[in-house]
């Protein structure tokens, strides 16, 4: 077996970046207040996969054949945090998109 979620993380996350840089190019990357939003996401990112993944009593159970290994604060296996990139970026890359697209832009 293979490292099924690290490679679907990493793919994610890899594949948002490629569609803002090659196909949306909003700039929502150049945005202070991306980074802002994003800063406050891995903030309660950090609480609540610190909570949820915690292994001396985990509520989450990731099969150690589908992850990288690495845990980092907390027990929080890193594959959450790319995986969670991706999916903030992608709804903020689209609300983006179409409120360019209501504007007229």
């Known amino acids: 077996m293979g490292r099924e979620y690290l490679v679907a993380a990493l793919a994610a996350a890899v594949l948002t ?15 202070a207040a991306y980074w802002i939003a994003m800063g406050i ?19 989450v159970r990731y099969a150690d054949w589908a992850i990288s290994g690495v845990r980092v604060p907390w027990d929080i ?7 969670g990139f991706a999916m903030v970026t992608l709804t903020l890359l689209l609300w983006e998109r179409s409120r360019g697209r209501k ?3």
Do not use: I, Y
């Open 103 to 105: 504007a007229g832009v």
């Open 17 to 31: 970046v490629l569609f803002e840089l090659l196909v949306l190019r909003t700039g929502l990357f150049r945005r």
């Open 41 to 59: 996401v891995l903030a309660f990112q950090v609480l609540v996969d610190g909570w949820l993944t915690k292994l001396s009593a985990p509520v």
């Open 77 to 83: 296996p890193v594959e959450d945090f790319l995986f």
